[in-house]
């Protein structure tokens, strides 16, 4: 299979604290994006990151991409109940054909 | 980005039935795409759907399964035939915009249960 995995699985965390997750992928990318999904909705877009970039910030959001290791990671900072979602990764070679991870289901407990 | 909006948004169909799913972006997009997101999985790309020519199919997709029209630059919709309660899944249509990388955005999804 292509698809990405994305660890952990499931993450639990308690209001204000950082939560991290991790995706790799197997394939050389143009760019990576990660969304957001609440109870089975539609996905939100949160940030693109191209693959000549390593860092990149979007308010309480932190991702970083290692092209060498295949992997990205997301970072939400002093996260908030509402945080809690899907987040899914999503790598696209330049067909315009995103493979999506795994997904990472979090929880953030006020 | 544009708004794209689905209908229905959940449906409950008897299976050997049919369900056609709407697509309607508020902008003119050129690429649109179905994906379906089986109970608790990610997402999987069905098809890429080409205005005024044949849909493109990923593999384990199929026209007869999953007949696609695009008759515009905004429309889309996807038949899902002949139901089973394996086709239970939230379909998701999405489109991409902006300059190089795009970004794809996506609709609400369409929570499809078969009995």
């Known amino acids: 299979s292509q698809q990405g995995e994305e660890d952990p699985q499931a993450l639990s965390i308690q209001e204000g604290e950082n939560a991290t997750m991790n995706c790799s992928y197997k394939t050389s990318i143009n760019n990576l994006q990660w969304y957001r999904q609440n109870s089975g909705r539609g996905l939100v877009h949160l940030i693109l990151i191209r693959s000549n970039e390593r860092e990149k910030h979007s308010g309480r959001l932190r991702v970083t991409l290692d092209t060498s290791k295949k992997s990205s990671s997301l970072l939400i900072t002093a996260s908030r109940a509402a945080d809690t979602a899907s987040y899914f990764c999503?790598?696209?070679?330049?067909?315009?054909?995103?493979?999506f991870g795994t997904g990472t289901r979090l929880k953030v407990l006020a | 980005s544009a708004v794209i909006s689905q209908k229905p948004s959940r449906d409950i169909c008897q299976r050997g039935t049919s369900l056609t799913i709407q697509c309607q972006v508020d902008?003119?997009?050129?690429?649109m795409f179905w994906y379906r997101q089986q109970p608790g999985q990610s997402l999987t790309l069905i098809a890429t759907a080409n205005q005024g020519s044949e849909a493109t199919y990923e593999s384990g997709f199929v026209i007869d399964k999953f007949p696609i029209s695009r008759p515009n630059l905004t429309f889309s919709t996807l038949t899902v035939s002949n139901m089973s309660p394996e086709d239970s899944s939230i379909y998701l249509c999405?489109?991409?915009?902006?300059?190089?990388?795009?970004?794809?955005?996506f609709g609400p999804g369409t929570r499809l249960l078969v009995l």
């Open positions: 902008s003119q997009v050129t690429m």
């Open positions: 999503a790598t696209d070679s330049g067909t315009y054909k995103y493979i």
């Open positions: 999405s489109h991409v915009e902006g300059l190089y990388p795009e970004t794809q955005y």
